[in-house]
């Protein structure tokens, strides 16, 4: 069975631009999460998607979006970026998403200049 | 929001150490999951705590959940340099994971 994929691996931006990360979850899982990874802050939760639909929302800008397709794949998107936004984007994916075991993709490296 | 500290931050040990590492939290865990991060990829869930008192083993590793839930521990016992990685604990609610900043485990040959 495949594991989460995330695209691309890395990226570098310069300040203002916009990017969109991909997220394809594992075969059969309705719920994606998607958490920012800096060494100053740790893990921080964006948001969970689930058959479509925001369930859930973390403390960031209206800069970060995102949405899920019928195919349960996930896109982010952070425009207008910032030095700040600079991390590892973790897309994580489980059945429901209720307390479940997540399933890490490796995530994407964003580096913003 | 539920605050989760870690400690230590940071732990280089020789290969055969023993070692244990915490999680504290400022209230109640409603249930508890420690994860390992490895350099390059996302995290891996090790296991799930939710009775106040629960010890669970996994090899060479050994959790305890706290009686009264609001704290953790990991235990690892004769470590290799395969144990080196970020080890985190989280907080479930609902969906959404909250993360402690980890403990960064170094192990040396």
């Known amino acids: 069975k495949a594991g989460v994929t995330q695209t691309p691996r890395y990226l570098i931006k310069t300040r203002g631009q916009q990017v969109t990360l991909s997220c394809s979850p594992i075969s059969g899982h309705r719920s994606v999460s998607w958490y920012q990874q800096t060494p100053g802050q740790g893990l921080q939760f964006l948001f969970e998607y689930f058959s479509e639909t925001q369930r859930n929302k973390g403390n960031f800008p209206g800069r970060f979006s995102g949405r899920q397709f019928s195919n349960s794949r996930s896109e982010m998107n952070v425009s207008t970026l910032e030095l700040g936004d600079s991390a590892l984007y973790l897309c994580?994916?489980?059945?429901?998403?209720?307390?479940?075991?997540?399933?890490f993709g490796s995530g994407t490296q964003l580096s913003v200049l | 929001t539920q605050l989760l500290e870690q400690s230590p931050q940071f732990l280089s040990i020789q290969e055969g150490e023993n070692l244990t590492v915490y999680c504290n939290s400022s209230s109640v865990f409603s249930s508890l999951q420690w994860y390992r991060q490895e350099p390059g990829e996302g995290p891996v869930l090790l296991v799930t705590v939710v009775t106040g008192g629960e010890v669970k083993k996994l090899k060479r590793l050994t959790f305890q959940f706290g009686d009264a839930r609001k704290d953790s521990s990991l235990h690892i016992t004769a470590a290799q340099p395969g144990d080196t990685g970020l080890y985190l604990c989280t907080e479930t609610s609902g969906s959404r994971l909250t993360f402690g900043e980890g403990t960064q485990l170094t192990v040396n040959p």
């Open positions: 994580a994916s489980s059945l429901v998403g209720r307390n479940e075991k997540l399933f």
